[in-house]
């Protein structure tokens, strides 16, 4: 099987070519074969007031793209501009692989895969906060 696979919860909602899509009582799974389609878990979501950091921004523009509030072309040049801020500051391998795995996201209009790697960096982006705080 090809495409994105979807594990959902019970009552786990997500947001599939801006149609918001609730599960049932059981977990399940869903199998998205449309190539481009924009999908967003609901509880993976970032309240605007909560884009507060570097990263948490960088992930807001694309979760726009996948909201459909955003033009893909439009925030182009946003995220690839905000993913080079945080390459000056996320100096770590593991870092700079993500970095590198959101740039050709972008640069392929894979803008889940873009908020997929770019989640991957909030619990160190976290650390630092902490430890400059």
Wanted: glycine share 6%; aromatic share 2%; charged share 25%.
């Amino acid at each position: 099987m090809t495409g994105l696979v979807l594990k959902l919860g019970p009552h786990e909602r997500v947001l599939i070519n801006g149609a918001v899509i609730e599960n049932g009582e059981r977990r399940s799974r869903l199998a998205i074969m449309t190539p481009g389609a924009h999908i967003l878990r609901l509880r993976d979501a970032i309240h605007p007031e909560e884009a507060n950091t570097p990263v948490r921004r960088v992930c807001y523009v694309a979760q726009l793209v996948l909201s459909g509030d955003a033009d893909p072309s439009d925030a182009r040049m946003r995220l690839l501009r905000g993913i080079e801020q945080l390459s000056q500051v996320l100096t770590d391998h593991d870092s700079r692989t993500q970095l590198t795995i959101a740039t050709a996201a972008v640069l392929a209009d894979q803008h889940y895969q873009v908020l997929k790697a770019l989640r991957s960096l909030l619990p160190r982006e976290e650390r630092l906060m902490a430890a400059s705080a």
